[in-house]
Each structure stands twice: as C-alpha cells, then as structure tokens.
C-alpha cells in the first residue's frame, strides 16, 4: 500500500509515517523545511519529500517529486495552531494563515494528489479537531484554529461527496487531545493511543457515512 503524509517530521504525522511503515506499507513522508524524526528512520520503505502545502504544485513539480503514479492513502496532517488567538489580540494575518495551512493546504494536496488517489481507488483523510466544532465550543478564543479546523471540516464533506464518483472515499478524523508539541504535551493521550484509533477508523472506513466526521475513539464528533 502506497500511503502519503503531510507534516510526517514529527508529532502525529511521524507516528503516522511508524505505524504504516510497521505495517509494510510505502510511506512518503512530507515535510516543509526541516526533517525532525524522519531522519532517524531507516527505511528503505520511506520516502521523505519536501513540501509545503502553503504552495501550489504543479503538475511538472509533481513529476520531479518522486512520487508514486497511485496512492492508496493521503493523509492531510500538516498544521498550525497560531499564536495570540484571543478575541483582543487575534490578527487578520493570523486568521489568514492558520487558514491557509490547516483548511486550504489540505485541499492544494488532494486536489494535486488526485489523478493519483483516483488511480488506486484510495483515501483521503484529512485531520481536523474537536476545536473546530461550534457544538463543542464552550470556552471560547482560539479564533483562528478553530475557524480554520471547522472550514476543513465543510471542505473534507464536499470532498468526499464530489470525489465519489472517482472511487475516493474521504473521512475527517479529531485525534483527540495528543501530547505533542503542539499541545505542549500537556494532552490526554499520546501519539501511539491517538493514531491506532485513527488508524483503525481509516480501516473502517465503509462503516461511516460518506464524509464523516470520527474521533480517533470510532465516534462521531458532533459540529
């Protein structure tokens, strides 16, 4: 199996880029400017690719990537969370990137990604968060993550409904509240727990509705 990773140099995308190479599968790792933890696996089943999903990639680009012609597996999981994300200090600027990487920067890679997912009939799940449902949200700030992780949500529904017809099935996964660097480690459960679950979702996928919205627990996340 042919598996794609954004933001796979560390945190839940480098757990990602371990459990599928366990699994035999071939695993391209991407990363935007820094290897992390990619460098220390030995594998000849990896593939690290430098790519920041803040650009557009053309299809020559794409040829000079290295890339597999099918891809079983795209996994949106590149992100940011933003700084000073209260109602005072929230800037346009930060709106606007934190919404380019976390919501429009998983479109760029499907939409770039696709002839080749279409090729293998594949799967595309894209990473959102419990953060980005207004069901949820009693507490409040966190402008921009929030807004940007509710906007993919929408996104990743109209994907799976559009894409349907190619034979892609797509799926937003809540990978609950990890401890990486992100959270400042400081979550409940830690990469190994959130991506097993994931994971075991993704392998589930033809349980859930088409488009769904699933915490790494097999629930459906209320939005």
Known sequence: MNVLITGANRGIGLGFVKYYLNQGCKVWGCYRSDLGGLADIESSDLHTVQWDVQEEKRAAELAQMGL????????????????????????????????????????????ALKPRIEKARGTIANLSSKMGSSDDNSSGGCYAYRAAKAALVIVSKSMAIDLAEYGIQVITLHPGWVRTDMTGHGGLIDVTQSVAGMTDVIHRIDEYERGAFVAFDGKIVPY
Do not use: H, W
């Open 68 to 111: 597999p012609d099918s891809l079983d597996l795209l996994i949106n999981n590149a992100g940011v969370y933003g700084a000073n994300q209260s109602f005072e200090t929230v800037t346009t600027e930060t709106m606007k990137t934190v919404f380019d990487i976390d919501c429009l920067g998983a479109l760029r890679v499907a939409q």
